[in-house]
RNA sequence: GCGCCCAUAGCUCAACUGGAUAGAGCAUCGCCCUUCUAAGGCGAGGGUUUCAGGUUCGAAUCCUGAUGGGCGUGCCA
């Protein structure tokens, strides 16, 4: 109906071209609304008003021109009436049928319903959760698991072929001090006497996995604790302690006592372990992904060394205190990053910009990067070494995700990986539901920053409104189940032929409802903004509770039910499909 | 100090990206189950959109400044 509206008006436009009254080369953007008022009609213009510069003319004048022009047409479509209202705005009400047509697409395109080519298969990376395989995911990374996988789903739908995908930094510090932490618990398990070094992983998780690493190795990487402690920088709190010195030390005798080979096998154990039990708890989440891309192999396939290569090729790179520099600089970036520091270690920025670089030789037409907040300082440097690679800085998109500030007790909860402080992500699956969860997390824009009260999603999930929009799905379901039992199922071709038996407010407002979906989709996709779904699906769902109140469906006369019956079934399948997308079930029993 | 983000009902958030009388949920108060699921519906109260200017037919939305909050500002990842 907008479309058509848009069509009509573009007519007008030409129209009052050739009578002079705009001038002919002019270009006009048309931009037809859906009113918020019923008594404003259906759909409304702000077309006079935008062009009352144009044609120095006042708005109303202007918007009776363009109404008389439209009422001379000999075709006017859907358009049962139009009205100049407020300052120049013109409002259009549709004939009631017309509204209705829509019930018709929805049941013939199903779970397509609603699908656009907006993304005219261009192909997008998704990346997101990303997050170091050093403990399993907490509350602050559901977030952007639920946002990134919301707007995966719906680009799909827009049209994009997309491609999702989670980097797994199992190279670099972080990892050596992951597995010399389990190494160092295993050691204890085997009767050792040690001071767990303060900067050590503590979580509980160590634990089982250093258990696991006696059950298959025994003791056969047992080393005697005053040799891995002697010649070791102090920790912190003693004399002369430095924290970060006295982990590095033990890596570097982790590694020297155990050797290479035995070193990977409890790096190795570590790693798998933990990302396995992410993967788990991300399915559990309705969350997967196509490709789980490891830096370690960016690193030993060369990759790395070839993107420094090019950018020392470009003159990008210079050495400065012994380190390798980008000149991020030139592209807009405060400061110039080290990309290759001075004790011969590549940066994880150095891996980075060899990813984004491999992303886009892989074809990618768009890359998406689903990041916390807290890096948005890191989007200028990437996207400076893109540039400085004579590749697209505009392929890059980068979404930042507040990260939920989590209350406990009306109390601010501080969560650190490295403590083991932290309420996982699997806690709040079992708690509250993958639904509720995912629901929660999405309502919301995912820049706007966001209080998660644990109390209240744990001990009120019955507020969450995701469970009002599954209530009407499953209430749909059955109606349509009560209805077969009384032998009165839906006959949907006896129900499509008769929707202009459809004349209460509740059904023209639902029919309208769904006639949005699409733009809704549409446009949520464009904006990387699938709250807006949610939105939308707490609206239609109202409607659907509303009329349900109102009147009762199964009625005795056979077009009124049948229509009803549809009209009914269409909602539910919109309600599915937007529900898909947000990676919420939708239930036929609650 | 500098940079980025944010500020809307008592609380948590929307507002079709500059449109008409700023809307929902929770909380509070009334009403509706002999009717297809009450995890529901109908209604009431609640606002100087942090403040001060500016841009224009029109501002919660754009610009400037102030105030308050979050984050960043590593040869960490």
Not at 359 to 373: A, C, M, P
Not at 376 to 390: E, L, S
Not at 518 to 545: C, F, M, N, S
Request: glycine share 8%; with cysteine.
């Amino acid at each position: 109906m907008k479309q058509q509206i848009v069509q009509i008006l573009t007519q007008v436009v030409q129209q009052l071209k050739n009578e002079g009254v705009l001038p002919e080369e002019a270009s006009v953007r048309i931009n037809v609304e859906n009113t918020r008022d019923k008594a404003h009609g259906d759909l409304a213009t702000n077309l006079a008003m935008m062009l009352t510069k144009l044609a120095g003319q006042p708005p109303r004048t202007l918007a009776e021109k363009i109404v008389s022009v439209i009422e001379s047409l000999a075709d006017r479509g859907a358009i049962e009436k139009v009205e100049i209202a407020g300052p120049g705005f013109i409002n259009f009400f549709m004939k009631d049928d017309a509204k209705f047509a829509v019930v018709e697409q929805v049941l013939t395109q199903q779970a397509d319903f609603g699908r656009c080519n907006a993304g005219q298969g261009r192909s997008v990376l998704v990346e997101f959760v990303s997050a170091n395989p050093t403990g399993p995911l907490h509350v602050g990374h559901g977030r952007g698991a639920a946002y990134g996988a919301s707007v995966a789903n719906l680009l799909e739908v827009a049209g994009f072929d997309v491609s999702r995908e989670y980097y797994v930094n199992d190279a670099g510090r972080q990892m050596d001090i992951l597995a010399t932490s389990v190494w160092l618990r295993y050691l204890q398990l085997c009767g050792e006497e040690l001071t767990f070094p303060s900067n050590g992983y503590k979580g509980d998780y160590i634990f089982e996995i250093s258990e696991e690493l006696r059950r298959e190795h025994g003791e056969t990487l047992r080393k005697p604790a005053f040799e891995v402690f002697t010649g070791v920088c102090a920790d912190e709190g003693q004399t002369d302690g430095d924290k970060e010195k006295h982990i590095d030390d033990l890596i570097a005798k982790a590694k020297n006592l155990l050797g290479a080979h035995h070193y990977e096998t409890v790096f190795s154990l570590a790693l798998n372990t933990i990302l396995g039990d992410i993967k788990e708890d991300l399915e559990g989440f309705n969350v997967t992904f196509e490709n789980w891309f490891s830096e370690r192999s960016l690193m030993e396939s060369g990759v790395v060394d070839a993107a420094l290569e090019k950018l020392q090729q470009a003159g990008k790179i210079y050495e400065k205190g012994g380190a390798l520099w980008f000149r991020s600089t030139e592209y807009g970036d405060e400061k110039d990053r080290v990309v290759v520091r001075d004790n011969g270690l590549k940066t994880y920025f150095a891996s980075d910009i060899a990813y984004h670089f491999n992303k886009l030789e892989r074809g990618f037409d768009i890359l998406i990067d689903v990041w916390g907040s807290d890096h948005h300082g890191y989007i200028p440097r990437v996207k400076a070494a893109m540039q400085a690679m004579d590749t697209n800085p505009e392929a890059l998109q980068v979404l930042l995700v507040q990260f939920a500030v989590l209350y406990r007790g009306g109390e601010k909860l501080a969560m650190s990986t490295r403590s083991g402080q932290f309420v996982t992500l699997r806690e709040l699956r079992e708690e509250v539901g993958s639904d509720a969860a995912r629901f929660f997390y999405v309502q919301r824009k995912s820049e706007q920053h966001m209080d998660f009260d644990l109390d209240l999603a744990k001990s009120q999930s019955n507020e969450n409104p995701v469970y009002y929009i599954q209530y009407a799905h499953a209430r749909i379901s059955r109606v349509l189940e009560q209805a077969a039992e009384k032998g009165l199922a839906l006959d949907l071709e006896k129900g499509m032929a008769s929707l202009e038996k459809l004349e209460l407010e509740a059904e023209t407002g639902l029919a309208v409802q769904l006639a949005k979906y699409p733009e809704t989709i549409a446009r949520a996709a464009v904006a990387y903004e699938p709250h807006q779904i949610a939105y939308y699906l707490k609206d239609l769902a109202h409607g659907l509770h509303s009329y349900y109140n109102a009147c009762q469906f199964i009625v005795d006369e056979s077009e009124v039910r049948n229509a009803r019956l549809t009209l009914i079934s269409a909602v539910q399948q919109v309600l599915k499909n937007g529900l898909a997308i947000l990676g919420v079930s939708a239930p036929e029993k609650m």
